[in-house]
């Protein structure tokens, strides 16, 4: 008897433990991206160090959405923006806490979620980060009144070789 309730014991505190770390561990960056002067980043704009980022569904809103939506629609939405392929563009950013955007990296899949060839859509999906840059305050993130530093990312489908929506 002994026996089974130091094993229970144990597992008492194996659990908490494992809650512990968990709850630690979520405070570690997620998906930070390093600067990379080849890719075009801006060294001026400041994201501090390797502190807690965190991820845009925390701090967006249906309201921001839209209103982002219908900010860079004529920009996204430009007609000699062409692509060679179909599929889903998604580009991955930082916001500082002043709400300013730098380190965008594009991933393309098609719609079996195989990546993509950038390469021959290069210069389309240039001009879609440019577009991006373009946008000069995103939203600031807040958590609890403090600024926050947070990654995000916008999904573009494209169909028949333009920009169809952008989510």
């Given at each position: 008897?002994?026996?089974?309730?130091?094993?229970?014991?144990?597992?008492f505190?194996?659990?908490?433990?494992?809650?512990?770390?968990?709850?630690?561990?979520?405070?570690?960056p997620?998906?930070?991206?390093?600067?990379?002067?080849?890719?075009?980043?801006?060294?001026?704009?400041?994201?501090?160090?390797?502190?807690?980022?965190?991820?845009?569904?925390?701090?967006?809103?249906?309201?921001?959405?839209?209103?982002?939506?219908?900010?860079?629609?004529?920009?996204?939405?430009?007609?000699?923006?062409?692509?060679?392929?179909?599929?889903?563009?998604?580009?991955?950013?930082?916001?500082n806490?002043?709400?300013?955007?730098?380190?965008?990296?594009?991933?393309?899949?098609?719609?079996?979620?195989?990546?993509?060839?950038?390469?021959?859509d290069?210069?389309?999906?240039?001009?879609?980060?440019?577009?991006?840059?373009?946008?000069?305050?995103?939203?600031?993130?807040?958590?609890?009144?403090?600024?926050?530093?947070?990654?995000?990312?916008?999904?573009?489908?494209?169909?028949?070789?333009?920009?169809?929506?952008?989510?």
């Open positions: 008897m002994k026996r089974l309730y130091r094993f229970i014991n144990i597992l505190l194996l659990s908490i433990i494992l809650y512990l770390w968990d709850v630690f561990y979520i405070d570690h997620v998906n930070n991206i390093s600067f990379s002067n080849k890719l075009g980043d801006n060294e001026h704009i400041d994201f501090g160090s390797y502190g807690l980022i965190y991820q845009h569904y925390q701090l967006d809103t249906f309201e921001n959405r839209y209103n982002l939506k219908k900010e860079l629609m004529g920009c996204l939405l430009d007609t000699t923006i062409i692509f060679k392929q179909e599929g889903l563009l998604t580009i991955r950013f930082l916001v806490k002043a709400g300013e955007a730098d380190r965008f990296r594009p991933t393309f899949i098609d719609a079996k979620y195989r990546e993509l060839n950038r390469t021959e290069e210069q389309a999906i240039h001009r879609v980060i440019a577009c991006l840059k373009s946008k000069k305050h995103w939203q600031k993130g807040t958590v609890q009144g403090k600024p926050r530093k947070y990654h995000t990312y916008m999904n573009i489908r494209i169909e028949n070789g333009r920009i169809n929506d952008f989510f």
